[in-house]
């Protein structure tokens, strides 16, 4: 092999503190390096020009740099030799700068050192070969997983770039946590006003097709080309033909279902069409509270559809789409409060959650709008809001800030005001945390426009007195306890993860954290993909996040999607195992622990089996090389050949 | 390296005095650009670390550990991103229970396992590699230069093929 | 013992006609060995015995290459398994190498098989007529006379140190179930007894002892767990992983390469030792990292037929490491 070296000075950064015309010297005499020499700055526009001369004149079949870290000019070399003629993976780098020539100013040592590095760089790369990525079509179409805010943003920035979208949700009707909300904050818009012309747009578009009432049942293949199977929950109403009248809804006897929309406050038919603005606007049967279910008798819904479309009968059905990318928009749900045993752990009816207040001041609420006590139905004169329950507070597993809390305490406060302008609200918080755009505004308008008392301290206590709460708490800034008789009390709870977005994460093999958010590939620089290639995030299931950012990172996705649908082929990633069929024992190991389920079986003739990589879901990270036992399946570019010559180098 | 007999105290010294041979296997994503960010903020290290890049410390096999020891290599150094934050999500949670593992069978098998040592640097950790270098490159200074398992002082360790290329073409 | 050959009979007699092969022991060249014997009909049936001479472990015919073609991996066999033999079979059931269905288990307690090496020492023996096992004496025959050696002088090392002498997995157990020889604080004091030694003490030890390896690889062909031996990167070239030359470090890392390919699965059978041609204690190595599975990991090999071998999965809460 002719292998030719060159040994980067970098100005004075590397040749400073390392002799590399030494080094250089020192190249020529390792065995197949046919070329070595020193320059000034390789990585140049006459640096790259003299590696591709050099590679020309004397025949080169691999080229070794020893100058900055890989981790930044690697691309920029591997492009150089390519024009030269050779595959890029015919180049190896040796860090002489960062590694050597930066952290220390011993001379004899760094060039050492140095010709150490050059050495183990040469024995890697006579193991080297040409690697040629493949291409692979891409399917244009994209699935999205969720049909909140985030999702129908993302679904509708995608249909309006001209794909295919289908958006799957597992309610009967999207719109997510945004269309329980009565007012949004800071503008005080009416939430299902805004929201709703969107999804309606989601029904409407023809590029569109929505899965509402349906999960995700399995997610096979890679960026480009994922096969999902969809399963489509019985509803027991056939949806092709149900006009949603309502009629069902209005004669069902079953009468008392905890009606889940408005969180368990008031009560829904067993069937029922979710709220009005739902998309689909068709009915569904709880078959947990239908009489036909649990008593075998009824039918009443079905003698009286117009449309016929009652069907007991109904099955789960598993519906198969194929998709080039995957948006993951699963949402939040709320921290239960009934943890908080100082709080009532749920057992109080005038201790409620956030979102059962917001439902509460909804006028499609349990209450028509007007502002009720949940125990009697009388109008609350006191209320008090407590911040964090169930942020802030590693005592609950929830060290984090749900972020949107102070916002909502002073949204929600400010509407009780305009709903009961005889009320007093009080708001027991920590700090207050209004980041956005008009945030701090707004929630100093809670205060000094809308009489909100805030009180800085904890609440240590809440306990009924007669038919009021008492809520014990201390006020920091006075430094005294604090006693507030309220008629109600509103808990901040928290957000967390979805349920079950830690089976849904293992389906799409993406990561999450401690609490069931899913990872991002970087906090900062890649905050809506995910370390699975085709694989993005939107929305609260990334991390809690208010609507704006929900809005925002839907359409972030959706901008990535494009971005990769921009072309008919991806290129696949060369860096990838591959198996050596003679020497496999189909001892299944590197199917185990491969942690992308890149790795499959592979039938020969006679029933032999051995493993096969799939070099577009492989991500290169070469557990399979490090735990097969007979090593014929090795990471390309990354060899037991090629580290074991580095280290051979390094032997006595 | 000289031809002369490594396993004479004039040799050994000789070799001290050049620095000893210490073999780092760091993961592309973290360790070995907390590496880099060392090399960046000027942070100075003993000379002895060679370093060599792998994708990830689940391409460790414990097998390279050992060979690099039993063949003479003066210390080995393993880093990687801290359990949970791998790039390829649980390479680092395999690698610790096979290094640990490891490590416990170095020193039944009579290699001294404090010339094993595994890290878990983030690739912004610049001082905390200055710290973990340098506390290990004094600790396998104090244990000199590694004699690896020979029997007798002088016996060749090394492996005959180091510089023959060997090109087996690769399956399609 | 007879009466147990007898059961054996009896019952291999009745479930030999659904089986293909029944694989067990028959008498050897002399007594004090026996030899592996595959029965296809039953007029060889009477061939078969059980006892403390039957040392080979049998479960490697199940799946080492020579023996097995991918049509065979259909075929219904019997096996006879001593305890030790039995965690071997949960091992090839957990790797997925054998399917439960197609065996025919024939468990049997053992108290420990007799290491003929280990008489040999004590009293060279020459034209053995005789030997049998009567309470903890073992009474040989031969041209000089007759010796009565005491059982614990001349079982196997490995039956020493038996935590399972009753079959763990089996369809027909032959005989009564029998108890361990050892208490479980006593089981690694083999392991201890060296890791006692001062670390200058242990490398001249194993300086010594692999010293005399030849890299025959009878250990590794012997473990029924060595199903790659035919692809064992000891011996390949391409990855480049070891030479040929017989060095010390070439014989360390020849060791060490099959010791940690099977950390996490070895169940501790013996065979690698029985049948090292130069009486190298090589499963001492395969012990000490049992040791360290059983302490860091909570784990012991060839019990559990759906347990992962540790290495080959993880715990994100892993702590202590």
Redesign the interface.
């Known amino acids: ?1 002719r292998i030719g070296v060159f040994v980067c000075q970098c100005g004075t950064n590397i040749a400073g503190t390392v002799d590399t015309e030494a080094v250089a010297g020192e190249a020529l005499t ?3 390096v046919a070329y070595a020499t020193s320059y000034m700055y390789t990585c140049s526009e006459p640096g790259q020009q003299e590696i591709q001369r050099a590679v020309r004149e004397h025949n080169l079949q691999g080229v070794v740099v020893a100058a900055c ?4 000019h690697e691309p920029t070399f591997r492009r150089a030799v390519a024009k030269a003629g050779l595959n890029r993976y015919m180049f190896e780098m040796a ?1 002489i ?4 020539s ?3 100013n ?1 001379r004899a ?2 060039t ?2 140095a010709v ?2 050059v050495r ?1 760089a040469v ?1 890697k790369l ?2 080297n ?1 040409p690697l040629i990525p493949l291409k692979m079509p891409v399917n244009k179409r994209v699935l999205v997983i969720g049909g909140g805010v985030a999702g129908i943003q993302a679904a509708l920035d995608c249909a309006e770039g001209e794909l295919d979208v289908v958006m799957v949700e597992r309610r009967p009707s999207i719109g997510g946590k945004m269309a329980q909300l009565d007012k949004t904050f800071p503008t005080i818009d009416c939430s299902s006003c805004i929201l709703g012309p969107k999804m309606v747009d989601v029904s409407q578009k023809e590029n569109i097709t929505l899965y509402a009432a349906s999960e995700i049942e399995s997610i096979n293949g890679y960026i480009g080309n994922f096969t999902v199977q969809i399963r489509k929950k019985a509803t027991y109403v056939d949806w092709e033909t149900c006009t949603g009248c309502g009629l069902c809804m209005e004669k069902c006897p079953s009468a008392k279902v905890p009606d889940a929309f408005n969180e368990g406050l008031g009560a829904i038919k067993a069937i029922n069409i979710p709220f009005p603005q739902a998309i689909p606007r068709k009915a569904g049967i709880d078959p947990l509270h239908c009489r036909h279910f649990t008593r075998g008798k009824c039918g009443v819904c079905s003698k009286i559809c117009p449309a016929k479309a009652i069907n007991f009968d109904m099955q789960d059905a598993i519906v198969t789409e194929e998709v080039g990318a995957i948006i993951v928009a699963t949402g939040y749900d709320l921290f239960d409060h009934s943890t908080y045993g100082e709080y009532g752990a749920g057992r109080y009816p005038d201790v409620i959650s956030g979102l059962q207040y917001e439902r509460i001041l909804s006028a499609s609420g349990p209450f028509g709008g007007h502002i009720r006590r949940p125990s009697d139905g009388s109008e609350p004169k006191d209320i008090v809001f407590i911040a964090c329950v169930g942020s802030r507070d590693p005592s609950v597993g929830r060290p984090y800030c749900s972020g949107v809390c102070c916002m909502y305490i002073a949204k929600q406060a400010i509407l009780t005001r305009d709903h009961l302008p005889e009320s007093n609200s009080y708001v027991f918080y920590m700090d207050i945390r209004a980041p956005g755009k008009n945030y701090d505004e707004f929630v100093r308008r809670a205060q000094e426009e809308y009489g909100v008392q805030y009180i800085r301290g904890r609440v240590g206590k809440v306990y009924p007195r007669g038919n009021r709460m008492v809520v014990q708490g201390a006020d920091t800034l006075l430094g005294v306890q604090v006693e507030v008789e309220a008629d109600l009390v509103v808990l901040a709870t928290g957000i967390e993860a979805s349920a079950g977005a830690s089976d849904l994460a293992e389906k799409l093999r993406i ?1 999450y ?2 609490y069931g958010f899913y990872m991002e590939s970087h906090p900062k620089l890649r905050p809506v993909e995910t ?1 699975t290639a085709g694989v993005y995030l939107a929305g609260a299931c990334q991390g809690p996040k208010d609507i704006p950012s929900s809005v925002a990172q839907g359409s972030a996705a959706a901008a990535k999607v494009q971005a990769l649908f921009a072309r008919d082929t991806i290129e696949t990633n060369p ?1 990838v195992a ?1 198996v ?4 496999c ?1 189909a ?3 590197c199917i ?2 491969c ?2 389920g890149a790795i499959k079986w592979k039938e020969l003739r ?3 089996l051995k493993a096969e990589v799939l070099p577009t879901v492989c ?5 399979c ?3 097969c ?4 399946i ?3 570019h ?4 090629q ?2 010559a ?7 | 390296m000289t031809d002369s007999n490594p396993y004479s105290t004039a040799a050994t010294a000789e070799a001290a005095e050049q620095g000893l041979k210490i073999l780092g296997f760091l993961c592309n994503w973290c360790s070995y650009g907390g590496a880099d960010t060392a090399g960046v903020c000027r942070f100075r290290q003993p000379t002895d670390l060679r370093i060599v890049r792998i994708p990830c410390t689940g391409r460790m096999d414990p097998l390279f550990v050992a060979k690099s020891l039993i063949y003479g290599v003066d210390g080995v150094l393993v880093s990687g991103c801290h359990p949970k934050d791998c790039h390829y999500a649980v390479g680092n949670l395999h690698a610790r229970r096979r290094l640990e593992v490891l490590k416990s069978f170095l020193s039944f098998m009579s290699i001294d396992a404090r010339r094993f040592h595994y890290a878990w640097v983030s690739a912004s950790e610049g001082q905390r590699w200055q710290q973990v270098v340098t506390e290990f490159s004094e600790q396998i200074h104090r244990l000199g230069p590694n004699l690896g398992v020979r029997k007798q002082p002088g016996e060749n360790l090394k492996p005959l093929d180091g510089q023959k290329q060997i090109t087996i073409p690769c399956p399609a | 013992m007879e009466t147990d050959t007898m059961q054996l009979h009896k019952l291999v007699d009745e479930a030999l006609p659904e089986l293909d092969t029944m694989i067990g022991w028959a008498a050897s060249y002399d007594p004090l060995r026996t030899t592996p014997i595959f029965i296809r009909e039953a007029k060889s049936i009477p061939r078969l015995i059980w006892s403390p001479f039957c040392a080979q472990n049998l479960t490697g015919y199940l799946v080492k290459p020579p023996a097995l073609k991918p049509a065979d991996k259909h075929k219904r066999i019997g096996i006879c398994v001593k305890g030790c033999d039995s965690r071997s079979l949960v091992a090839l059931i957990q790797e997925k190498f054998v399917t439960r269905d197609r065996l025919r288990i024939f468990g049997i307690p053992c108290r420990g098989t007799v290491d003929w090496r280990q008489v040999m020492r004590q009293v060279p023996l020459s034209h053995v007529r005789s030997a049998k096992v009567e309470d903890n004496l073992l009474i040989v025959d031969d041209a000089g006379g007759t010796h009565k050696l005491n059982l614990e002088d001349v079982l196997a090392r490995k039956c020493l140190r038996c935590r399972y002498p009753n079959p763990v997995v089996y369809d027909a157990l032959i005989g009564e179930p029998t108890v361990s020889r050892i208490t479980p604080e006593d089981i690694y004091r083999d392991v201890e007894a060296l890791e006692k030694r001062p670390l200058e003490e242990r490398l001249a030890f194993w300086q010594s002892e692999l010293d005399r390896c030849m890299r025959c690889y009878a250990c590794r062909n012997a473990c029924p767990l060595c199903v790659c031996q035919e692809r064992c990167i000891a011996e390949t070239r391409d990855p480049k992983w070891l030479t040929q030359r017989m060095g010390i470090p070439e014989k360390f890392l020849f060791h060490f390469i099959h010791a940690i390919h099977l950390a996490g699965r070895c169940t501790e059978c013996g065979e690698c030792e029985r049948v090292c041609p130069m009486e190298i204690p090589v499963a001492l190595m395969k012990e000490k990292l049992n040791k360290i599975m059983e302490e860091m990991l909570g784990y012991v090999a060839g019990l559990d037929p759906t347990a992962i071998p540790p290495l080959l999965t993880f715990n994100p809460s892993e702590t202590g490491i």
């Open positions: 092999m390792f065995a197949d870290s890989p981790r930044m860090n700068r960062e590694h050597v930066w952290i220390g011993d040592a760094n050492r050192k150490d590095l183990m024995a006579r193991f070969q990561s954290d401690q370390n860096q591959l050596n069929e003679r020497a024992i001892c299944a190991k185990q622990v942690p992308f006679g029933d032999i991500q290169g990270c070469g557990l090389n490090a735990t036992p007979s090593k014929a090795q990471l390309q990354s060899t037991d050949n580290i074991l580095a280290v051979n180098e390094l032997c006595a």
